[in-house]
C-alpha cells in the first residue's frame, strides 16, 4: 500500500494543492495529516474545509490547532512572549476562523496508531512524549531514543520542525520528519511531504519536494494586514525562522 504522509500547511491552500496534486501521480491510497492544519497562513479557513471533506484522510491534531481551539489568555501570554508575530497571527487566526472550524481541530487525536501490511505505525506531531517537541536533522541518537520510550511502532511519522528528516535506532525503529507542505525551512522552500509504500512487512520512504505559486501566497498572507503579515508572507518566498 502507498500512502503519502503530510505535516504543516499552515493555512497555505496553493502548497496544499500542488502537494494534492503532485501525490496523485503515485497512486497513493491513503493520505496521513500530521496537523498544524491553518495557524499563521493565507487561507487557513478553505484548508480547514478541504480536509474536512476528505473521509478517507486520516487526521492528528498539531499545537497550533490545539491552540486555536483552546484559545486562552495564557496561551496568548506564552506566545507573545516567545514570538511576537506567531501571536499577532493566533489572535487574527481565533477572530477569523469560525466556531465550527474550531470545532473540528478541537476533536482532532493527538496521535494515531495504526499497522499496514505488518508495520505498526504511530502518526504524532512533535514527538511520542508532546506535540511541541522538536526531532531535527543531526540530533544524537540517544535523545530521539528517550522520546521514543514506550513506543512500540515499527516507524513514527511526526512533523511540526517545518524540517524533513530521519533516524533509525538501535531497536531498528525508524522515524521520519515529513518536512511541512505550507511553511517548509528549507534552503530551497518547496512544499515537502512523504510518500512511504508498506509491503510485506517492511516499507520505503521518499521525500518529496514540490514547487508551488509562492507568489500568490505571499501575496494573500500579507492581504491578512495584521502587525507581522508581511513578515510571514516574505518567509513563503525566502525563509528565515520558524518562530518570529
Given at each position: 500500500?502507498?500512502?503519502?504522509?503530510?505535516?504543516?500547511?499552515?493555512?497555505?491552500?496553493?502548497?496544499?494543492?500542488?502537494?494534492?496534486?503532485?501525490l496523485k501521480n503515485f497512486g497513493c491510497e491513503k493520505v496521513f495529516c500530521l496537523g498544524d492544519l491553518a495557524m499563521a497562513g493565507p487561507q487557513p479557513r478553505m484548508v480547514i474545509d478541504y480536509i474536512k471533506e476528505q473521509s478517507d484522510w486520516i487526521v492528528i491534531q498539531g499545537n497550533?490547532?490545539?491552540?486555536?481551539?483552546?484559545?486562552?489568555?495564557?496561551?496568548?501570554?506564552?506566545?507573545?512572549?516567545?514570538?511576537?508575530?506567531m501571536a499577532a497571527a493566533l489572535a487574527d487566526d481565533v477572530f477569523y476562523i469560525e466556531d465550527e472550524r474550531k470545532d473540528f481541530l478541537k476533536n482532532l487525536p493527538a496521535q494515531k496508531e495504526l499497522e499496514i501490511a505488518g508495520v505498526k505505525i504511530l502518526l504524532v506531531h512533535g514527538s511520542p512524549r508532546r506535540n511541541n517537541e522538536d526531532i531535527f536533522p543531526g540530533m544524537a541518537l540517544n535523545k530521539i531514543e528517550e522520546m521514543l520510550e514506550g513506543v512500540d511502532a515499527d516507524i513514527i511519522f511526526c512533523g511540526h520542525t517545518h524540517v524533513p528528516a530521519g533516524y533509525q535506532t538501535n531497536k531498528k525503529q525508524?522515524?521520519?520528519?515529513?518536512?511541512?507542505?505550507?511553511?517548509?525551512?528549507?534552503?530551497?522552500?518547496?512544499?515537502?511531504y512523504v510518500v512511504a509504500d508498506f509491503q510485506d512487512g517492511g516499507f520505503s520512504i521518499?521525500?518529496?519536494?514540490?514547487?508551488?505559486?509562492?507568489?500568490?501566497?505571499?501575496?494573500?498572507?500579507?492581504?491578512?494586514?495584521?502587525?507581522?503579515?508581511?513578515?510571514?508572507?516574505?518567509?513563503?518566498?525566502?525563509?528565515?525562522?520558524?518562530?518570529?
Open positions: 500500500m502507498r500512502v503519502a504522509v503530510l505535516s504543516d500547511i499552515h493555512g497555505n491552500f496553493q502548497a496544499l494543492q500542488s502537494v494534492i496534486e503532485d497550533t490547532d490545539k491552540m486555536i481551539a483552546e484559545f486562552s489568555p495564557e496561551i496568548m501570554k506564552n506566545v507573545k512572549e516567545n514570538a511576537p508575530v525508524t522515524v521520519v520528519n515529513v518536512g511541512s507542505v505550507g511553511r517548509p525551512m528549507t534552503e530551497e522552500p518547496k512544499a515537502c521518499e521525500h518529496r519536494f514540490v514547487d508551488y505559486d509562492r507568489e500568490t501566497a505571499a501575496n494573500i498572507m500579507k492581504a491578512r494586514d495584521f502587525d507581522g503579515a508581511d513578515k510571514l508572507a516574505q518567509m513563503i518566498l525566502k525563509p528565515s525562522a520558524r518562530h518570529i
